[in-house]
């Protein structure tokens, strides 16, 4: 028996996608509206500065005018809520984001709540999250929002799917489990605490993994024919980038999974420009 796997392939998703996003941009510049995103850095976290470089070269590629606003590791507290006020009231941009993680001195909550929900492109504001829940998001979580994007990309139906998350990160976790409930799937969010992952996880349709532990999910967590979504973003025993998933081990056992990398990565970005496009076309309506 022949058995066929279909890679979930990010990477060549966001680029069939980037070619209608430049055309929003285009059709906005003949109204005369440049779309404008803004990102904060802190310090310099190596894998922060890669993923902000390539925020910046997909916005730029598409005609969006790109903001770094770079802070030393020092900055205090008063000082980055300051700036996200400016930010807030800049004409210019339509939206930004304080690139994840902060150091520990700053208080995330806090940076998150100063945040205009009218600019949260990231959507992790209260007031952005609560939208999320009850079925009326402003905006939404770049991760959560890439792997529906993705997902609606392979024609994947999610109604009435059988969906377990591994993981409740308000970055990860949660907007995807919102997001899917939207679609009418079961959702269930497991965690650390979770009792008998693996008896929960192997009745899954689609998987979606979260965890941040190299190659933790092997094909005894996995059901026969299951859609596998791996988030992590690890480094094997050798130093090679890897997922959460140990795709050799799973993906003969699977109907469809996401490579790492080139799987949800490059779509975090796409669904990132897409929103940044989507809050400038607002401006049309006011
Ligand atoms: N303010 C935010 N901070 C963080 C977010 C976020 O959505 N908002 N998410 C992550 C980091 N992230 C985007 O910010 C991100 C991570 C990874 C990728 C990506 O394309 N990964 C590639 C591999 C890249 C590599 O070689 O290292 C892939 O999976 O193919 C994009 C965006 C935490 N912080
Ligand atoms: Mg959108």
């Not at 806090?110 to 990231?122: F, L, R, Y």
């Not at 650390?192 to 979606?208: G, P, Y």
């Not at 990398?261 to 607002?282: F, K, N, R, S, Y």
Request: proline share 4%; aromatic share 4%.
């Amino acid at each position: 028996m022949v058995i066929s796997v279909k890679l979930l392939e990010g990477k060549k998703v966001a680029q069939a996608l980037d070619e209608t996003m430049a055309k929003r941009v285009e059709s906005l510049k003949e109204k005369g509206i440049t779309p404008g995103l803004a990102v904060v850095l802190v310090g310099d976290n190596s894998a922060s500065a890669v993923y902000v470089r390539n925020k910046q070269r997909r916005a730029e590629k598409l005609g969006i005018n790109f903001q770094l606003i770079r802070f030393e590791e020092s900055v205090t507290e008063q000082e980055l809520l300051a700036k996200i006020d400016e930010l807030n009231n800049d004409s210019a941009i339509d939206g930004f984001l304080v690139q994840l993680p902060l150091p520990d001195h700053i208080d995330e909550d806090k940076v998150n709540e100063a945040i205009s929900p009218n600019k949260d492109v990231d959507g992790f504001t209260p007031i952005s999250v609560g939208n999320l829940w009850i079925g009326t998001p402003m905006t939404k979580p770049a991760t959560a929002s890439g792997i529906l994007m993705m997902l609606d990309h392979y024609n994947v139906d999610l109604d009435g799917k059988n969906v377990v998350i591994i993981g409740r990160s308000n970055i990860v976790g949660k907007p995807t489990a919102a997001l899917m409930l939207e679609r009418n799937a079961t959702v269930t969010i497991t965690h650390s605490h979770t009792k008998n992952l693996k008896e929960i996880t192997s009745k899954a349709d689609v998987l979606v993994v979260a965890i941040g532990r190299a190659k933790f999910i092997t094909q005894d967590y996995v059901k026969d024919q299951a859609i596998v979504i791996d988030v992590g973003m690890d480094r094997d025993e050798n130093g090679k980038l890897c997922g959460d998933v140990d795709f050799d081990d799973v993906k003969d056992k699977t109907s469809m999974i996401t490579p790492v990398p080139g799987g949800v990565g490059p779509m975090t970005i796409t669904a990132l420009v897409d929103q940044v496009i989507e809050l400038a076309e607002g401006r049309i309506n006011g």
